[in-house]
């Protein structure tokens, strides 16, 4: 949990804003379910990947019983999502990458949906 909401805190409070501000438009990219998007698009669901991390930054702070089933569920989306990139990539081994990154958030997102007695229920 402790390095989950490190993770959080770095992307809402440093790298989010940065790529929000810092970065041109032309330049932009997010991954939402294993698709990219770029340009406008990437830019214009940058904030919901920044409330997202700001949102699971401060559920992991307080331990707050609302984050548990959405981080998991957060957690199995990101999991899809590298299965999804692996399939749909061009290159030919690109599914044993998808596949190597989808093992590990599966297992952070079962963890996590395992988990529910360590977040608060007040």
């Given at each position: 949990?402790?390095?989950?909401?490190?993770?959080?805190?770095?992307?809402?409070?440093?790298?989010?804003?940065?790529?929000?501000?810092?970065?041109?438009?032309?330049?932009?990219?997010?991954?939402?379910?294993?698709?990219?998007?770029?340009?406008?698009?990437?830019?214009?669901?940058?904030?919901?990947?920044?409330?997202?991390?700001?949102?699971?930054?401060?559920?992991?702070?307080?331990?707050?019983?609302?984050?548990?089933?959405?981080?998991?569920?957060?957690?199995?989306?990101?999991?899809?999502?590298?299965?999804?990139?692996?399939?749909?990539?061009?290159?030919?081994?690109?599914?044993y990458v998808g596949l190597a990154g989808f093992?590990?958030?599966?297992?952070?997102?079962v963890a996590l949906w395992r988990a529910r007695?360590?977040?608060?229920?007040?």
């Amino acid at each position: 949990m402790t390095g989950l909401l490190g993770f959080c805190l770095f992307m809402a409070v440093a790298y989010v804003p940065f790529d929000f501000f810092g970065k041109p438009v032309d330049q932009d990219q997010e991954v939402w379910l294993g698709f990219m998007l770029t340009g406008r698009a990437a830019k214009a669901t940058e904030p919901l990947h920044w409330a997202i991390y700001a949102a699971g930054a401060y559920g992991l702070w307080k331990m707050r019983a609302w984050l548990h089933p959405w981080a998991a569920l957060y957690a199995a989306s990101v999991a899809l999502g590298m299965l999804i990139w692996g399939v749909r990539d061009a290159r030919g081994s690109a599914l044993y990458v998808g596949l190597a990154g989808f093992v590990p958030f599966a297992l952070l997102a079962v963890a996590l949906w395992r988990a529910r007695s360590r977040f608060n229920t007040r």
